[in-house]
């Protein structure tokens, strides 16, 4: 009887760690946190796949390795050795996702990014949901001054800091053919990215700015409107 309470306790453990799983990442990812205005049909696709794609990778991913470390914690007083062969196995499967699956995510949210329909405030979260490998898809963006979201990819570099963006960035904090709010958004996310790159395009635009009186107006405006 014990052993079947025992074997009982275990299942609806892990049964309620994978009904938690699934409702956190269903939330995340529902297409309705991207879709606050009406779109076009193709649009609204695309949003739909996107997050179809990053809700079954998370999911399928996050319900292993959940599933591994909960039993290697039920497993830890019987039998340590399972315990400790199950804990080491969660963080091969978190490690190999990270390597294979992260980089699949990431475009999903770069598409989410370009297609969603929300407010300006919160363009750029999908983004951040992405992290740092979303970054290296933004900086290829920027490259292209026709890129809608030119703007909010700049924004977004800064603020996942990804330190890899600051060369394309400071050129175009360096050239003046660039439109100002565009600058502005260089600017302030060389400032957040904290690079010795970053840090000596600042020092060269300040330089530009200390012999410029209208660079130095523009730069004051860049602080102004964003709180600095």
Same mark, same amino acid.
């Given at each position: 009887?014990?052993?079947?309470? /025992?074997?009982?306790? %275990?299942? *609806?453990?892990?049964?309620?760690?994978?009904? @938690?799983? @699934?409702? @956190?990442?269903?939330?995340?990812?529902?297409?309705?946190?991207?879709?606050?205005?009406?779109?076009?049909?193709?649009?609204?696709?695309?949003?739909?796949?996107?997050?179809?794609?990053?809700?079954?990778?998370? +999911?399928?991913?996050?319900?292993?390795?959940?599933?591994?470390?909960? *039993?290697?914690?039920?497993? !830890?007083?019987?039998?340590?050795?399972?315990?400790?062969?199950?804990?080491?196995?969660?963080? %091969?499967?978190?490690?190999?996702?990270?390597?294979?699956?992260?980089? +699949?995510?990431?475009?999903? !949210?770069?598409?989410?990014?370009?297609?969603?329909?929300?407010?300006?405030?919160?363009?750029?979260?999908? #983004?951040?949901?992405?992290?740092?490998?979303?970054?290296?898809?933004? $900086? /290829?963006? %920027?490259?292209? %001054?026709?890129?809608?979201?030119? !703007? !909010?990819?700049?924004?977004?570099?800064?603020?996942?800091?990804?330190?890899?963006?600051?060369?394309?960035?400071?050129?175009? *904090? *360096?050239?003046?053919? /660039?439109?100002?709010?565009?600058?502005?958004?260089?600017?302030?996310?060389?400032?957040?990215?904290?690079?010795?790159?970053?840090?000596?395009?600042?020092?060269?635009?300040?330089?530009? $700015?200390?012999?410029?009186?209208?660079?130095?107006? #523009?730069?004051?405006?860049? /602080?102004?409107?964003?709180? +600095?």
């Amino acid at each position: 009887m014990k052993k079947l309470l /025992e074997i009982f306790f %275990i299942v *609806l453990l892990l049964l309620l760690a994978n009904a @938690f799983l @699934f409702l @956190f990442w269903w939330i995340l990812t529902d297409p309705s946190n991207y879709i606050w205005e009406p779109v076009s049909t193709e649009r609204e696709q695309q949003v739909l796949n996107a997050c179809s794609k990053i809700f079954w990778t998370k +999911y399928y991913t996050w319900t292993l390795v959940i599933n591994l470390l909960t *039993l290697s914690f039920l497993f !830890y007083i019987q039998n340590r050795v399972v315990s400790l062969s199950l804990c080491a196995l969660a963080l %091969i499967v978190y490690a190999a996702s990270w390597f294979f699956f992260d980089p +699949y995510t990431a475009r999903s !949210y770069v598409t989410l990014f370009e297609t969603q329909e929300v407010s300006p405030a919160f363009l750029t979260e999908p #983004i951040k949901q992405g992290g740092q490998l979303t970054g290296e898809i933004l $900086v /290829e963006r %920027i490259a292209d %001054i026709n890129y809608p979201r030119r !703007y !909010y990819a700049i924004k977004a570099l800064g603020e996942i800091r990804y330190a890899p963006a600051a060369e394309r960035l400071g050129k175009i *904090l *360096l050239n003046g053919k /660039e439109t100002r709010r565009i600058r502005g958004a260089a600017y302030l996310s060389l400032k957040s990215i904290r690079s010795s790159l970053s840090a000596k395009y600042l020092l060269l635009y300040s330089q530009l $700015v200390l012999r410029n009186e209208k660079e130095r107006k #523009i730069m004051q405006q860049f /602080e102004k409107e964003n709180g +600095y």
